[in-house]
C-alpha cells in the first residue's frame, strides 16, 4: 500500500524567514514519483516538481529546493526568504508507475507568512 | 490550450437529488481520475479511468459512479446525494509512465 505522511498540518513564518514542509512517504515498489503541488487561496492545483525513485539528487529553483532521501523515505520542500505569495497549502504526493500512476495525496501543509 | 476543465464549479444539491459533473481534457490523455478534497484529508481518489471505455474504483467509490465513453470526457455522477458527500471535486488527467497530473479547477458542491 501506498502512504504520504505531511505531519506539519499548518506553519507560520514571518516573510523573508527560510520554511520546510516535511513529507514521509511509504511503498514496497521500487519504481514511483514523488511530487509537491501548491493550492494557493484561489484554489487550483499548481505542479511545482516531479522526481522520480531512482534519482535522489537534490533540485534547487529560484527560492524552492528539495531534498529527496530514500534512506528516510522523505521528500522535503524548503523555500528560502519566503514571501506573502508563498501562503498557500502544499500537498506532497506519490504515484506508482504499475498501478496506473493513481496520486496518492498527504494531508497538505497550510503556510501562512506574514508580512 | 484549455488543458483540464470542470463544469460546473459550484452546485448545491438538496439529499437525494442527482448530478453530473463534467470533465473535458484537451491534452489527449489517457488516464484520468476524479478526486474529492475535504478539510485535513488531502484529495482522495474516488474512480479513475486508464482509457476510453475503461473505468476503476479508488479509495472512496461509495455513492459514486463514473464514465468514460469519449477519450477527452470523464464523468462523475451521484445518484442520491448525501450531506457526507459536500465537499470539493477535482478532476484531473495525465499520461502513463510518472508524469505529474494536470487538474481541473475543482466543482464545491453542498449538499443540503
Known amino acids: 500500500a501506498q502512504k504520504v505522511t505531511q505531519a506539519q498540518t499548518e506553519i507560520s513564518v514571518v516573510e523573508k524567514e527560510d520554511v520546510t514542509l516535511d513529507c514521509v512517504y511509504e511503498t514496497r515498489d521500487t519504481t514511483y514519483y514523488l511530487f509537491w503541488y501548491k493550492q494557493p487561496p484561489s484554489g487550483e492545483l499548481v505542479f511545482l516538481i516531479r522526481?522520480?525513485?531512482?534519482?535522489?539528487q537534490n533540485e534547487i529553483s529560484g527560492r524552492y529546493s528539495w531534498n529527496f532521501q530514500k534512506s528516510t523515505s522523505s521528500f522535503n520542500f524548503t523555500i528560502t526568504a519566503s514571501q506573502v505569495v508563498d501562503s498557500a497549502v502544499y500537498f506532497c504526493a506519490l504515484s506508482v508507475v504499475y498501478n496506473f500512476n493513481k496520486f496518492y495525496f498527504g494531508s497538505g501543509t497550510k503556510l501562512n507568512v506574514k508580512p | 490550450n484549455a488543458g483540464v476543465t470542470q463544469t460546473p464549479k459550484f452546485r448545491v444539491l438538496k439529499t437525494g437529488q442527482s448530478m453530473t459533473l463534467l470533465c473535458a481534457q484537451d491534452m489527449n490523455h489517457e488516464y484520468m481520475y476524479w478526486y474529492r478534497q475535504d478539510p485535513g484529508m488531502g484529495l482522495r481518489l474516488i474512480h479513475y479511468?486508464?482509457?476510453?471505455?475503461?473505468?476503476a474504483k479508488g479509495e472512496v467509490p461509495d455513492g459514486y459512479n463514473v464514465s468514460r465513453l469519449k477519450k477527452q470526457n470523464f464523468l462523475l455522477g451521484l445518484e442520491s446525494a448525501a450531506p457526507s458527500q459536500t465537499s470539493v471535486y477535482f478532476c484531473?488527467?495525465?499520461?502513463?509512465?510518472?508524469?505529474?497530473?494536470?487538474f481541473g479547477q475543482g466543482t464545491r458542491l453542498t449538499v443540503v
Open positions: 479511468s486508464v482509457g476510453e471505455g475503461t473505468t
Open positions: 484531473a488527467s495525465s499520461e502513463a509512465g510518472g508524469t505529474e497530473a494536470f
Open positions: 522526481r522520480n525513485s531512482f534519482d535522489e
